[in-house]
């Protein structure tokens, strides 16, 4: 019976380290009761937790994927990472909890905390996605403009903004703004660009437009 124990150790070890290896990575708890910024450190992949008076680190957490933005989730305790060319954002809380389908290229998150929705601006496909947090699922997709950038959500009047580079070379001059319960395309506004351009009267000429890069303010003396 004895000889048989070692064998007996061996596959309890196995199976202990197999499923210590499944866990989720855990890291440090930031409690309630602390005042803290949190830091996205892109380059080194690290989340850092600093005390607002004192500038001092609380805690730094080190994920095992690469992300480029962070956004704080409506429950306060979990942040959201993503890339801009990663069709999934993670969401951590002291440990990796999951992941969020949210398409090609997510250039910006935009969230409702009332209803707790998320908005995600899709910059290769020129379409916005409605994630409901509950059950991290796409309840709708929104057409935009062509290669839209960013944009702000204002909950009240139920619209979003949406500015963006536009077609080809040129950036867009308007901010397009659309239903957040339809989709649909109700108006435009104007820039400051093209405010300014009207100000300017004969002279709007001075402001050049500059494809691929943006503008420039140009006198000729």
Same mark, same amino acid.
């Given at each position: 019976?004895?000889? *048989?124990?070692? %064998?007996?150790?061996?596959?309890?070890?196995?199976?202990?380290?197999?499923?210590?290896?499944?866990?989720?990575?855990?890291?440090?708890?930031?409690?309630?009761?602390?005042?803290?910024? %949190?830091?996205?450190?892109?380059?080194?992949?690290?989340?850092?937790?600093? /005390?607002?008076?004192?500038?001092?680190?609380?805690?730094?957490?080190?994920?095992?994927?690469?992300?480029?933005?962070?956004?704080?989730?409506?429950?306060?305790?979990?942040?959201?990472?993503?890339?801009?060319?990663?069709?999934?954002?993670?969401?951590?809380?002291?440990?990796?909890?999951?992941?969020?389908?949210?398409?090609?290229?997510?250039?910006?998150?935009?969230?409702?905390?009332?209803?707790?929705?998320?908005?995600?601006? !899709?910059?290769? !496909?020129? +379409?916005?996605?409605?994630?409901?947090?509950?059950?991290?699922?796409?309840?709708?997709?929104?057409?935009?403009?062509?290669?839209?950038?960013?944009?702000?959500?204002?909950? !009240?009047? *139920?619209?979003?903004?949406?500015?963006?580079?536009?077609?080809?070379?040129?950036?867009?001059?308007?901010?397009?703004?659309?239903?957040? /319960? +339809?989709?649909?395309?109700?108006?435009?506004?104007?820039?400051?660009?093209?405010?300014?351009?009207?100000?300017?009267? /004969?002279?709007?000429?001075?402001?050049? +437009?500059?494809?691929?890069?943006?503008?420039?303010?140009?006198?000729?003396?």
């Amino acid at each position: 019976m004895s000889k *048989k124990c070692p %064998a007996f150790g061996l596959l309890l070890a196995f199976l202990w380290l197999a499923l210590a290896g499944c866990q989720p990575s855990a890291f440090a708890r930031i409690s309630d009761s602390d005042s803290v910024l %949190a830091v996205a450190n892109v380059r080194e992949k690290t989340v850092s937790f600093l /005390e607002t008076e004192s500038g001092k680190t609380v805690a730094t957490w080190k994920p095992d994927f690469s992300f480029a933005r962070m956004l704080l989730l409506p429950d306060r305790h979990t942040v959201l990472l993503y890339g801009k060319n990663e069709e999934e954002a993670h969401t951590l809380d002291g440990k990796q909890k999951g992941e969020i389908k949210v398409g090609p290229s997510p250039l910006t998150m935009l969230l409702d905390e009332k209803k707790n929705l998320l908005y995600v601006v !899709d910059l290769q !496909d020129a +379409t916005l996605r409605e994630i409901a947090l509950a059950d991290r699922r796409v309840t709708r997709t929104f057409r935009m403009n062509e290669s839209p950038m960013g944009g702000l959500l204002m909950p !009240d009047r *139920k619209e979003l903004w949406i500015g963006g580079h536009g077609r080809g070379d040129l950036p867009e001059e308007d901010v397009s703004v659309f239903s957040s /319960e +339809t989709g649909q395309k109700q108006r435009t506004m104007d820039t400051h660009i093209k405010t300014l351009r009207m100000k300017l009267g /004969e002279h709007a000429g001075l402001i050049q +437009t500059v494809r691929g890069i943006g503008y420039k303010f140009e006198v000729q003396i």
